[in-house]
């Protein structure tokens, strides 16, 4: 086990602007699970290929949920990468909690942090990532300068370390003539969104609309987050899973144990409500004021904490957390390539969320 002080020195390389001011805790150790890999990643592509298969439907919800001009962007090559949120029920078996489409967040990062806790280079993340890029094409990253901008940057460095052709920047810097996109002189043939596409304006995506690009993020794909599509995905690690609806309300209000609500279109933990944890009063009320919001009732599962040791406050602490099981699975056209670093996210909170309190770890794949 590395110090605290000799592993955090390893990381500041992940973050070549502010060299790790944001010092997420991360587990010391890597997580075994007594899983059937292959059999994880087959059903998760295949809930995928089920959800791709709802694209009207998709498209439609976008159109509610973000504004009516950002399906414009949308090309049905369905190319990026998906992070599954999975947990263990009580019989230890994996069951698909929701599905991340819009941002993986720290993307490349993950190699980094995973290399430090196994002692050695691990790049399966890159080298995945670089298979939706060709080297004969202008690649152009384009990020929102927000307050975290190292992984934007990190990932500009790795694909220009492996002689991709590669720029970063924001939209303002893009100049739109003739049918094209440059930068600077420089003819963009590949856009790839590491900003939120669903923020652009109407004007700003005219503008892409109307230029020769292939984008990597594909906005498409952003439009299978909404939670509500797995009600129509039949598999084994598909728990139970409803719109709130009156056909389904008392049902929801009697039976405390079993369920969770969450809104089918907001991130993070924002308003997910663990049933088991509110008084009868509070349940019926959160029903019957959010029946007609987009909410789901979703089966709850049961989980139970365990103790690890992290590297946090300058030292390495023994904590109980919760934890769940993130597989990041890399598409293109619509075809899976294979799954990278499977990030194991923990929390003292049974919402399991970095933001909503703690950090990470990851499941061992050498």
Not at 253 to 271: A, F, G, H, S
Not at 316 to 345: A, T
Request: aromatic content about 18%; some cysteine.
């Amino acid at each position: 086990m590395k110090s605290y002080d000799d592993f955090r020195a390893e990381l500041k390389s992940a973050y070549p602007i502010t060299h790790w001011e944001l010092k997420l805790p991360i587990a010391v150790n890597l997580e075994n699970f007594d899983i059937d890999f292959d059999k994880l990643i087959k059903n998760l592509d295949n809930i995928m290929q089920q959800l791709f298969a709802k694209k009207d439907q998709a498209k439609k919800i976008s159109k509610t949920a973000f504004a009516s001009w950002f399906t414009d962007l949308f090309t049905w090559e369905f190319t990026w990468i998906v992070r599954f949120d999975t947990m263990f029920n009580q019989n230890w078996e994996l069951k698909l909690v929701e599905v991340n489409t819009k941002w993986p967040d720290w993307l490349l990062m993950h190699d980094n942090t995973y290399s430090a806790l196994l002692d050695r280079e691990n790049n399966r993340n890159l080298d995945l990532f670089v298979e939706l890029f060709d080297k004969e094409e202008y690649i152009f990253i384009m990020y929102e300068n927000a307050w975290f901008i190292d992984s934007h940057f990190l990932e500009y460095e790795k694909i220009k370390s492996r002689w991709y052709k590669v720029w970063i920047w924001t939209f303002d810097d893009i100049i739109f003539k003739d049918w094209f996109a440059y930068y600077q002189e420089n003819k963009i043939d590949v856009l790839r969104f590491s900003v939120s596409p669903w923020r652009l304006t109407e004007n700003q995506i005219t503008l892409l609309k109307t230029a020769k690009l292939k984008y990597i993020n594909t906005p498409d794909l952003a439009s299978m987050w909404d939670k509500s599509l797995l009600q129509w995905v039949e598999n084994e690690m598909i728990m139970k899973t409803f719109v709130l609806d009156e056909s389904i309300k008392d049902e929801v209000i009697q039976n405390k144990n079993n369920y969770v609500i969450k809104p089918t279109n907001k991130d993070e933990w924002n308003w997910v409500y663990i049933w088991i944890d509110l008084s009868q009063s509070e349940r019926e009320s959160l029903i019957n004021k959010n029946i007609w919001k987009q909410y789901l009732a979703q089966e709850y599962i049961k989980v139970s904490p365990k103790t690890t040791q992290i590297y946090l406050d300058w030292e390495i602490k023994k904590s109980e957390v919760y934890y769940d099981c993130c597989p990041h699975i890399f598409y293109k056209n619509w075809k899976m390539i294979w799954c990278g670093q499977i990030l194991v996210r923990y929390s003292r909170n049974k919402i399991v969320n970095v933001l909503k309190w703690w950090g990470i770890w990851y499941m061992k794949q050498d």
